[in-house]
């Protein structure tokens, strides 16, 4: 076999075991199934997830950044954690993801004064910490496993039904606009990130998969993306089981 050969077939079991963690972590995770919205669970959505916007890209991935010494890797990461807490112009109209999060959960009904005040649930904070070690204690390629992996959801292809025709977010953004009668501007969260994270997730398959041989880590970034996916379930059911104690 040559040596280019060899490269394409390690490149292509290392995209199959990432999709493979992908695909189960959707089929077991309560915030994928069908009858996963209620008005409720949309609500913590908003108090929970504005709040892990911010902290994953002011501080987790920043942290994978620094770790990582490709020059260009390291500013891919920087941009892309940019237009998330600073502003994204190319896809949020000059607005973070963050603040179109916020206005979101305005838009149905929601104080801005308790979005904004609102804390992290024990499940967000166990995540929070769950991370720090899995993304900042780690192989800088591993870490950047732990920035893209929960992404990759949003990509059309995984899970079942319309998930997998849609992507995550792409079902999503239909169920939010049919439960509380929104717009598609209203809804363009779910919308710009459909688009970015296509972006920002194969920037994280395509350089783990070219580089993990090179780093001889083939089987451990597959673990890595397997092991990150299982603390974004806990943070997800999280979000599920704290808008059902609203109820």
Same mark, same amino acid.
């Given at each position: 076999m040559t040596l280019k050969r060899k490269k394409a077939l390690v490149k292509k079991n290392v995209i199959e075991g990432l999709?493979?963690?992908?695909?189960?972590?959707?089929?077991?995770?309560?915030?994928?199934?069908?009858?996963?919205?209620?008005?409720?669970?949309?609500?913590?959505?908003?108090?929970?997830?504005?709040?892990?916007?911010?902290h994953r890209n002011s501080v987790l991935k920043l942290k994978v950044a620094t770790n990582c010494p490709i020059w260009d890797i390291k500013l891919d990461i920087i941009d892309a954690c940019s237009r998330e807490i600073i502003a994204d112009h190319e896809y949020g109209g000059g607005k973070p993801h963050w603040q179109i999060l916020e206005d979101l959960g305005v838009q149905i009904g929601m104080d801005r004064g308790e979005i904004q005040?609102?804390?992290?649930?024990?499940?967000?904070?166990?995540?929070?910490?769950?991370?720090?070690?899995?993304?900042?204690?780690?192989?800088?390629?591993?870490?950047?496993?732990?920035?893209?992996?929960? %992404?990759?959801?949003?990509?059309?292809?995984?899970? %079942?039904?319309?998930?997998?025709?849609?992507?995550?977010?792409?079902?999503?953004?239909?169920?939010?606009?049919?439960?509380?009668?929104?717009?598609?501007?209203?809804?363009?969260?779910?919308?710009?990130h459909t688009e970015a994270d296509l972006e920002h997730s194969e920037l994280g398959w395509r350089n783990v998969a070219n580089y993990a041989e090179d780093l001889n880590l083939e089987d451990e970034v597959v673990e890595a993306c397997r092991r990150n996916l299982v603390v974004w379930e806990n943070y997800f059911n999280g979000i599920c089981h704290l808008g059902d104690s609203f109820d």
């Open positions: 999709d493979n963690a992908v695909n189960a972590f959707i089929s077991r995770t309560l915030i994928f199934q069908d009858d996963a919205w209620t008005k409720n669970r949309c609500r913590a959505f908003v108090l929970q997830h504005r709040q892990n916007t911010r005040n609102a804390k992290p649930s024990n499940a967000t904070q166990l995540s929070w910490d769950a991370w720090s070690g899995l993304m900042t204690n780690s192989h800088w390629l591993l870490g950047l496993i732990g920035n893209t992996c929960s %992404e990759r959801v949003n990509v059309p292809g995984y899970g %079942e039904g319309n998930n997998k025709k849609l992507g995550w977010f792409g079902n999503v953004r239909g169920v939010w606009q049919e439960m509380w009668n929104l717009s598609d501007d209203d809804v363009g969260f779910f919308k710009l």
